[in-house]
């Protein structure tokens, strides 16, 4: 079912991760996990997509996507995108990934793939509004030059 991962850091914008490679978070990150899934349905319903960090028992972190599906006789195929934001809260540590159907048995986990890192202090802090204080500095030095008389 799993068939990748990207993360999200802000400050910094999307980092895709290879097939098979570790994968590191700080906390604040936002964990993207695609996967793929198969149905059959005599009517029209929705399924509601658990991604974790974490274990099946034991969640770390998680996030939760409805999909409708329509009717379907034949087996159809679909994908699912499922953005799982880190936090304080989210422990260090080395984690495993899984997405699960809710209210069922299924699952898909891939154990010891993510490894979580806390937030830097001030220097995390910093990389985050690297942006804005660039914006800043550039208006500062632009509005002298647009005010004088010429």
């Known amino acids: 079912m799993i068939t990748g991962f990207s993360v999200f850091r802000p400050g910094i914008g999307l980092l895709n991760v290879a097939p098979g490679e570790t994968v590191e978070l700080i906390q604040g990150d936002t964990l993207r996990i695609t996967a793929s899934y198969t149905y059959k349905a005599q009517w029209p319903t929705s399924v509601r997509f658990i991604g974790y960090i974490g274990?099946?028992?034991?969640?770390?972190?998680?996030?939760?996507?409805?999909?409708?599906?329509?009717?379907?006789?034949?087996?159809?195929?679909?994908?699912?995108?499922?953005?799982?934001?880190?936090?304080?809260?989210?422990?260090?540590?080395t984690w495993g990934v899984g997405i699960m159907i809710r209210d069922t048995t299924v699952f898909d986990e891939i154990p010891n793939c993510v490894v979580v890192e806390?937030?830097?202090?001030?220097?995390?802090?910093?990389?985050?509004?690297?942006?804005?204080?660039?914006?800043?500095?550039?208006?500062?030095?632009?509005?002298?030059m647009m005010s004088e008389d010429m």
Request: no cysteine; proline share 3%; glycine share 12%.
């Open 55 to 93: 274990s099946y028992n034991s969640r770390k972190a998680w996030s939760e996507v409805i999909v409708n599906l329509d009717a379907a006789a034949e087996e159809q195929s679909g994908d699912v995108t499922i953005d799982i934001v880190t936090s304080g809260s989210t422990s260090p540590g």
């Open 118 to 144: 806390q937030k830097g202090g001030i220097i995390g802090d910093i990389s985050s509004m690297i942006g804005m204080v660039m914006m800043v500095m550039i208006m500062g030095m632009m509005m002298p």
